[in-house]
T-cell receptor
Framework: DAGVTQSPTHLIKTRGQQVTLRCSPK?????VSWYQQALGQGPQFIFQ???????QRGNFPDRFSGHQFPNYSSELNVNALLLGDSALYLC?????????????FGPGTRLTVT | QKEVEQNSGPLSVPEGAIASLNCTYS??????FFWYRQYSGKSPELIMS????GDKEDGRFTAQLNKASQYVSLLIRDSQPSDSATYLC???????????FGAGTRLTVKP
């Protein structure tokens, strides 16, 4: 049973650049959520995609955008990178009818902005 | 007030002891509660979910939920050095479409 996969594992970018991170959900899952985790903090919710649409968004600026494809995989795009965007970016997948659900995380992408 | 609060630790227990991890949350409407384990440099791993008041046991782990007190805990029995990690408490957010995480409690189990 394939788990959640993310690419790339590590990434180094310069301020002002743009980055795209990719995620493939666990087999059978249809919902993808993205989180940002700064060092020493818990993950912070960025947004969630379901049926190729953004279903809910956390408190992140419009520089953060995403997409979900028909095969349920997803991309996270960050424009105009800031030093503060350096973090571990986590993708989590779930099978999410309305109501309770469990999310499973991928290994993450470590983004460093210099 | 933070939405999900945990003691940052570090919490240190001897091997074989019971480790008790606590979490409080602010949103009385929360319905879903999760405990994740995160080893250093790795991503969070789901270890327990609980939705109803009371206890839920899975192997050496027991989750306890008290919605009236807005309190959820995780007990780890017979703690092993391999249990040394950061434990994250997560609570569903608005519309159940996101999770709010605490900052985590770092647990060290000493041989």
């Amino acid at each position: 049973d394939a788990g959640v996969t993310q690419s790339p594992t590590h990434l180094i970018k310069t301020r002002g650049q743009q980055v795209t991170l990719r995620c493939s959900p666990k087999s059978g899952h249809d919902t993808v959520s993205w989180y940002q985790q700064a060092l020493g903090q818990g993950p912070q919710f960025i947004f969630q995609y379901y049926e190729e649409e953004e279903r809910q968004r956390g408190n992140f600026p419009d520089r953060f955008s995403g997409h979900q494809f028909p095969n349920y995989s997803s991309e996270l795009n960050v424009n105009a990178l800031l030093l503060g965007d350096s973090a571990l970016y986590l993708c989590a997948s779930s099978l999410a009818p309305a109501g309770v659900y469990e999310q499973y995380f991928g290994p993450g992408t470590r983004l460093t902005v210099t | 007030q933070k939405e999900v609060e945990q003691n940052s630790g570090p919490l240190s227990v001897p091997e074989g002891a019971i480790a008790s991890l606590n979490c409080t949350y602010s949103d009385r409407g929360s319905q879903s509660f999760f405990w994740y384990r995160q080893y250093s440099g790795k991503s969070p791993e789901l270890i327990m979910s609980i939705y109803s008041n009371g206890d839920k046991e899975d192997g050496r782990f027991t989750a306890q939920l008290n919605k009236a007190s807005q309190y959820v805990s995780l007990l780890i029995r017979d703690s092993q050095p391999s249990d040394s990690a950061t434990y994250l408490c997560a609570v569903n957010g608005d519309n159940n479409n996101d999770m709010r995480f605490g900052a985590g409690t770092r647990l060290t189990v000493k041989p």
